[in-house]
């Protein structure tokens, strides 16, 4: 059976920063902040390499799940040509930050369905996925184990569409993460709930 973990991208966008932590938590604290409420995040990816995101990612539990997000200069040829609609990661649970990127799995969801071409270049990254929606079905590329699914839905019946497409696309024996994107954490909440009620 698979499984799903939602997650939001971090940062958070100022105002939904300021609605979320509170207002004497220092800055270098907001990362353990949310940790503490929530098992996975999708760092930016012009925050994760940072001195900054290092430091406060040294003080988080080996439990929770991190996913990095790729700056286009950092892909691989040729799925370079899925940068203008992906949005990539590598997982990194309780590993090391990495250089390159190389050995890690590559999760990307494209914004349009890919092209024969771009399809040809994922497969020679077994370990990669791609998604891309069609409608309100999944559609699924690649022989990787884990899928990120981008998503724009806010109340629990859209919600919970989302995760009964995602996990049907999945098939068995894969890990999705469900991205929230520019979602409030009250909406990381609601996922995260509905998940749990769904059994995955």
Same mark, same amino acid.
């Given at each position: 059976?698979?499984?799903?973990?939602?997650c939001?991208?971090?940062?958070?966008?100022?105002?939904?920063?300021?609605?979320?932590?509170?207002?004497?938590?220092?800055?270098? /604290?907001?990362?353990?902040?949310?940790a503490?409420?929530?098992r996975?995040?999708?760092?930016?990816?012009?925050w994760?390499p940072?001195?900054?995101?290092?430091?406060?990612?040294?003080?988080?539990?080996?439990?929770v /799940?991190? !996913?990095?997000?790729?700056?286009?200069?950092?892909?691989?040829?040729?799925?370079?040509?899925?940068?203008?609609t992906?949005?990539?990661? &590598?997982?990194?649970?309780?590993?090391?930050? %990495?250089?390159?990127?190389?050995?890690?799995?590559?999760c !990307?969801? &494209?914004?349009?369905?890919?092209? %024969?071409?771009?399809?040809?270049?994922?497969?020679?990254r077994?370990?990669?996925?791609? &998604?891309w929606?069609?409608?309100?079905?999944?559609?699924?590329?690649g022989?990787?184990?884990?899928l990120? @699914? @981008?998503?724009?839905?806010?109340?629990?019946?859209?919600?919970?569409?989302?995760?009964?497409?995602?996990?049907?696309?999945?098939?068995?024996?894969?890990? @999705? /993460?469900?991205?929230?994107?520019?979602?409030?954490?009250?909406?990381?909440?609601t996922?995260?709930?509905?998940?749990?009620?769904?059994?995955?």
């Amino acid at each position: 059976m698979s499984t799903l973990t939602p997650c939001l991208r971090l940062p958070l966008a100022p105002q939904q920063a300021d609605a979320y932590y509170p207002a004497d938590l220092p800055e270098e /604290w907001r990362l353990d902040y949310y940790a503490n409420e929530y098992r996975a995040l999708l760092a930016a990816a012009e925050w994760w390499p940072s001195e900054g995101f290092a430091a406060q990612r040294a003080e988080l539990g080996d439990d929770v /799940w991190l !996913l990095l997000e790729r700056p286009v200069g950092a892909l691989p040829v040729p799925l370079t040509a899925l940068a203008p609609t992906a949005l990539v990661a &590598c997982l990194t649970p309780g590993a090391a930050l %990495p250089d390159g990127g190389e050995g890690y799995p590559l999760c !990307l969801f &494209c914004a349009a369905p890919p092209t %024969p071409t771009q399809l040809a270049g994922l497969a020679t990254r077994p370990e990669a996925t791609l &998604c891309w929606w069609a409608g309100e079905r999944l559609q699924v590329a690649g022989q990787g184990e884990q899928l990120l @699914v @981008v998503s724009d839905a806010r109340e629990p019946r859209a919600l919970r569409g989302v995760i009964e497409a995602s996990m049907a696309a999945a098939g068995e024996g894969r890990h @999705v /993460w469900l991205l929230l994107r520019d979602a409030a954490p009250a909406t990381l909440t609601t996922a995260t709930q509905l998940a749990q009620m769904l059994g995955y």
